[in-house]
């Protein structure tokens, strides 16, 4: 949050003012995504653009590798894994429908 207080490019932003429905792979049922942030962005050309952003560990945006071994851990990694791509699939969608994009950010593009 600070670094969109402190981007002069940043016009705007909010924090989970948006829904977006998608359908969970674990149990196929509708839920309701709430992104991190929509982001009004001033691009270099001078033009605006909305942006939706999802923060996320570096860890959870890569797929598990397989384990000899399934732990609950490893389960609960796995699972986290799916719902997350069917979240952003969504997002990614639901953007494209407005003319916006969709971005995840990690740790690396924040520089920790």
Sequence with gaps: MSWLDQNDSIISWASEE???PYVSPVDGRKHRYFPDFIVKVKTKLGTFKTMM??????????????RKRVTKQYITE?????????KW??????CLDRGWEFKLVTEDHLGL
């Design 53 to 66: 952003l999802e923060v996320k560990p570096k860890k959870q945006t890569i797929q598990p590798e397989p």
């Design 18 to 20: 948006c829904i977006v």
């Design 78 to 86: 796995v699972t986290t894994y799916a719902v997350n791509q069917a």
């Design 89 to 94: 699939k969504a997002a990614t969608e639901f």
